[in-house]
């Protein structure tokens, strides 16, 4: 057997990343394409159909070589049927049967899921999951997402939409949520969230916070900025990411008393700023979360980065052609 390559696609709201995975779980080649221009699921798989051509190419593979094609994508998905119900960044997306699309033009096996529950299943076999029996995982960026991984599994519940921990309400009298609710976790700390207390901070700083803004191109604040300027010691900077480790503490806490996990892994790109919300998070927990469930639980930072929504889409199909069932919860059909 010539190496057999299995392409990863991980489709964002403004990126479409694809990448080709080797069985020991590399990515050998990746790229990274703009998802404004695609009107239809036909545009779409015309440009990752040309995008893994390419990176077939590059690693000298023949077309042959490719097992198979995985997609994530940001929204409910029915994973069992390839079934993409919507998504908020492309309007005209709405009950796509995406499996089947991609399974006609490529010939061979695909699979479709959700993108955070891709993300925690890559986590679980190839990051900081590993080794774990009842494993959650949180994606912290634009959103809050998450995805549970119990016994190797996905846990997607009867319709595909398990593991939202972002819509868990923190605080019934909280900012308005996207979803249409209020004080859901995701209202507090999303990136909306953190430029609103970022912005404050501004309006009160005396110190790092200021200087930086006022140095970056149109005096933009971003996360990033945030957590700069709270390691450069100032203290409003770093108050926002105490108020923003203390609410996700809570929520970690009801996931805590509610699912028993063993292992929480902690993802996406304002984890990064994990050293200077960690100690809230921690308090937060140790004073909601049940005694025993907490002591038994490790949280931990994901360590896959960038390409954990490619490495989790090959994951699921590896996991798919081993026989295991795609959904854990419905239709036992034996
Ligand atoms: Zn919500």
Redesign the pocket.
Known sequence: MTGRWTAGVDLGGTNIKVGLVGPAGQVAHASELPASGLRTPKDFVDVIDASIARSLAAVRAPERALTGVAVGVPGPVDAERGLVHTLVNLPGWREVPLKRLLESRFKRPCAVDNDANLIALAEWKLGAGRGSRFMAGLTLGTGVGGGFVFNGLLYRGVGGSAGEV??TVIDPDGPA?????RG?L??HIGTAAILRMGRGALTRSRGALRRLVAAEAQGRLTPKLLSQAARSGDAEARKVWQVFGRYLGLGLANLINVLNPDRIVIGGGVSGAWPLFAPAMRAAIDSQALEAPAREVRITQATLGNHAGILGAAVLLWSNSQGQRVATTRRDSA
């Open positions: 972002g819509h949520c996207g979803c249409g609710a859901c995701e209202a």
